[in-house]
């Protein structure tokens, strides 16, 4: 899958998805779906949190009472109106969510399944071209819109993710950031429901604006956002090498010396960025995105790379090019879609350093992590090793840990739960939760639970608001926020409502 993407995936296309606009000011009540729970979450739940399968040889299924899908804001706001203020509400948005938190619910809330919301539509001010989101939209649908218009967002990797979810929990690009910013660093301007019914047009100028980027569905219902777009020209062009390994000293030797390359060429040169991602299926994908800002030769900036793995006599699996921004957006589509389970089940755990990070860093990402992460036992598990900072620590801060960082390192824990006993599931998140309990140890180094990349419903895993929000000032602003626009707690189906409610 790897090879055929990285040789392939520059070629990917797919139909073009229309602006879908529910006509009409309609604030009729819509009707329960006719869908039982597990239909509904058989057709909705793309993974399952991996801390919810522990316990249980009993599928993952919905618990919520009713389950919605509107179709206008105005209906939105009939329907909280209509329940007790006590009733508590879990909102879904176009694609999946890490925790499973608004997915299971509980036996008395309702679900707002918003995926009707598909509208997509452009507009231009003196300044700037925009795109309007409606919250159903995912991540397939916008690259292909803002692609037909010439333009390029900081978007994520997965063609499923849902825009409105993966926004309001920062936004972080692998690719795009150092260049573009956190997505949620782009809004300029969002359409919400609070907890009392009311509908809400805010702006940078909001309180609440700021807030609903880190903090997301714990404190409205998002209806659609409008983004700030860049040009495609933004992105110059990436390569992307991928080699193979045999044993875990090689992706430890590997890793190791790829980051001190990224430390001393590729962090104080903001023209580029750099992923290292090491997979359990045995190879090493090293993507290079070279941003408008880069004067130079691209074959020769990676060729170190290159030279690495040949001195350590790595097979080289592939080699792609890609030359738009598009071609970079859709590249791991195919290997995305590949990953099928009953079900899948994902821990996200993620560090990270402020600036380039030091020798003690780097021994204990190479040894501990690549050394020690579950990639054996959770095949379908990767480790990604990536520049940051940039743009994202100029531009207007969120509340996100992800703004703090220089270097950035994501453990993504991924299995078929079917495949595996429950001690074995419990030994992945032993494994997995030892080295996050390690990485708190070391100097520099920072734990960040910050909402694209991780789901703090581990079991017997402590953090604090401040990490998630990304400091003391912003964890506060939210917090107050929470208990302002949301008293009763009703939108506490979220994996930060604990630490804010």
Not at 159 to 176: D, E, K, Q, R
Not at 188 to 197: C, H, L, N, P, Q
Not at 216 to 237: E, F, P, Q, W
Request: hydrophobic letters at 45%.
């Amino acid at each position: 899958m790897i090879k055929g993407t990285a040789a392939g995936g520059a070629g990917l296309l797919v139909s073009h998805v229309s602006a879908n606009v529910f006509p009409g000011e309609s604030a009729v009540l819509p009707e329960a779906l006719a869908l039982s729970n597990d239909e509904w979450f058989a057709e909705r739940a793309w993974s399952v949190s991996g801390n919810k399968v522990l316990d249980k040889t009993t599928a993952v299924t919905s618990l919520a009472r009713h389950i919605y899908r509107p179709q206008s804001a105005e209906a939105i706001a009939a329907l909280v109106k209509s329940l007790p203020a006590t009733t508590s509400i879990a909102c879904v948005c176009g694609g999946h969510e890490s925790s499973n938190a608004a997915l299971v619910a509980s036996g008395g809330a309702v679900i707002i399944d918003l995926i009707l919301f598909k509208s997509i539509e452009f507009h231009r001010t003196s300044d700037d071209s925009l795109v309007t989101v409606g919250s159903g939209v995912v991540f397939r649908e916008l690259v292909e819109a803002v692609k037909l218009q010439g333009g390029a967002l900081p978007v994520g990797t997965g063609p499923g993710v849902g825009v409105a979810g993966y926004v309001t929990n920062g936004g972080l690009s692998s690719y795009f950031s150092r260049r573009l910013g956190l997505l949620g660093q782009r809004v300029v301007k969002m359409t919400v429901v609070t907890a009392a019914g009311n509908i809400l047009t805010l702006t940078p100028q909001d309180e609440l604006f700021t807030a609903m980027l880190g903090a997301g569905s714990a404190l409205a219902i998002v209806v659609d956002l409008t983004i700030r777009m860049a040009d495609a020209s933004v992105v110059k062009s990436a390569e992307q090498r991928v080699f193979g390994f045999e044993t875990r000293e090689q992706a430890v030797r590997y890793s190791r010396e790829a980051m001190r390359f990224m430390r001393e060429y590729v962090i104080p040169n903001e023209s580029v960025s750099l992923e290292i991602v090491v997979t359990g299926t045995k190879a090493i994908v090293a993507t290079t995105v070279f941003y408008d800002t880069f004067n130079g030769d691209s074959t020769a900036f990676v060729k170190p790379l290159e030279d690495l793995a040949v001195s350590m006599k790595l097979p080289a699996l592939a080699q792609g090019h890609w030359a738009t921004w598009y071609e970079a957006a859709a590249a791991l589509w195919p290997v995305i879609a590949e990953q099928k389970g009953n079900p899948l089940a994902t821990l996200y755990h993620c560090m990270g350093t402020a600036g380039s990070p030091g020798d003690d860093a780097i021994d204990f990402v190479s040894d501990t992590i690549v050394g020690g992460a579950p990639l054996d036992e959770a095949e379908l598990s990767i480790i990604e090793i990536r520049s940051l900072g940039g743009a994202v620590r100029k531009h207007s801060r969120v509340p996100s840990g992800n703004c703090n960082y220089g270097f950035f390192v994501d453990l993504v824990t991924l299995y078929d739960a079917s495949s595996k006993t429950l001690a074995e599931r419990r030994d992945i998140v032993d494994l997995t939760n030892h080295i996050v309990t390690e990485a708190r140890k070391v100097q520099g180094l920072g734990v960040d639970f910050s909402g694209t990349h991780s789901q703090p419903d581990d079991v017997g895993l402590s953090t604090v608001a401040s990490e998630i929000f990304g400091s003391e000032i912003m964890a506060k602003s939210v917090q107050t926020l929470k208990k302002t626009m949301d008293p009763n707690n009703r939108f506490r189906f979220h994996p930060f409502a604990k630490f804010i409610a």
